[in-house]
């Protein structure tokens, strides 16, 4: 057994019923967009948001996982997809996860226009079911999330790139949702304000980490991840292992490397040479520190839990978002 499928143990019942209620969701009696919706949803990724949201649902609740959860999972899932569909056509990506992205499978338009059906579908059943204080909790998040995504346009090989902007990226872009994810989760088992706050908390803490991981991972060789080498820097994104060296370098080093940042998507060999630089000079274990202290900080709230098959979930979660090679 992995360790993403040992996590989810305790929740194997929830899923299969949760699978089901997604497909309800999402149906449609036109077998073109019934087509489209299966494709996406069969090539969704970890699931790591739905399953922040029923592990804190299950610490928080003493009758049992709700269908108030499946509706939180399946808005924080679906926005997330939703956000993946159109970033794959902002990108101009050909594949996701291992599969052709809608865009290059049919075109931008549908791509697009699918992504728009996806938020509107759930934001719909949300609405239709009346739970608005879970709508509404989930609904905060996605402005933040969309100007995460404008914000690192914005900087895309830029030299004001810094830690600072960086982290209020990643948390605008992935933090924001696991932590709403973490704290759906604890309102729609029915905890107290603070204690939906503590769950926001974890979820924000290891959204953070997950996002430095991925970064971290993009240095990576391609046959350990499955995805692109290098993919950010082909984009001229600076990430963290690369500003954590340029936090060392004076201003004259960083505008040199910065130059070579913005030629290699059309250069392979400057892509090569940035990389080696990053691994040479320390650039990844300063990040993976960085991911750890996060890490920490998550673990410390789950230990505050009374101990259970949901909290120890949590711990391996930690453990697994820290540790994954892909």
């Excluded at 494709?39 to 699931?47: A, P």
């Excluded at 404008?150 to 872009?173: H, M, P, T, W």
């Excluded at 650039?283 to 410390?300: K, P, Q, T």
């Amino acid at each position: 057994m992995d360790r993403l499928s040992e996590i989810r143990e305790p929740l194997e019942k929830v899923f299969g019923e949760y699978e089901e209620f997604m497909k309800r969701a999402l149906y449609s009696d036109n077998r073109f967009v019934a087509g489209i919706m299966d494709y996406i949803v069969s090539s969704r990724g970890k699931g790591i948001r739905p399953l922040l949201v029923f592990l804190c649902a299950g610490i928080h609740s003493r009758f049992g996982i709700g269908k108030r959860a499946y509706l939180a999972a399946l808005m924080v899932e679906m926005i997330h997809n939703a956000s993946l569909v159109h970033d794959d056509v902002v990108d101009g990506s050909d594949t996701r996860h291992g599969k052709p992205t809608v865009h290059h499978r049919w075109d931008a338009r549908v791509s697009v226009l699918s992504g728009d059906y996806i938020l509107a579908r759930s934001y719909s059943l949300g609405m239709q079911s009346a739970q608005f204080d879970i709508v509404s909790y989930i609904t905060a998040g996605i402005s933040e999330l969309v100007e995460g995504e404008l914000i690192q346009s914005e900087l895309n090989g830029s030299r004001r790139v810094s830690r600072e902007a960086y982290l209020d990226i990643i948390f605008k872009k992935t933090a924001i949702l696991m932590g709403v994810s973490s704290g759906a989760g604890a309102m729609a088992a029915g905890a107290a304000a603070t204690e939906v706050g503590m769950a926001r908390q974890i979820g924000l803490d290891l959204g953070m980490a997950f996002q430095i991981k991925d970064d971290i991972l993009d240095y990576a060789p391609s046959e350990q991840t499955g995805k692109s080498s290098c993919a950010d820097l082909r984009e001229g994104k600076v990430t963290l292992p690369l500003i954590a060296i340029f936090e060392r370098c004076g201003d004259e080093e960083r505008a040199r490397i910065m130059e070579k940042v913005k030629a290699a998507g059309e250069n392979p060999g400057l892509i090569e040479e940035i990389s080696s630089f990053v691994r040479r000079e320390g650039g990844i274990e300063a990040a993976e520190s960085v991911m750890e202290e996060y890490l920490g900080r998550a673990r410390s709230i789950i230990v505050t839990y009374p101990d259970s098959v949901y909290r120890r979930s949590l711990e391996l979660l930690c453990d697994y978002i820290g540790d994954r090679e892909r």
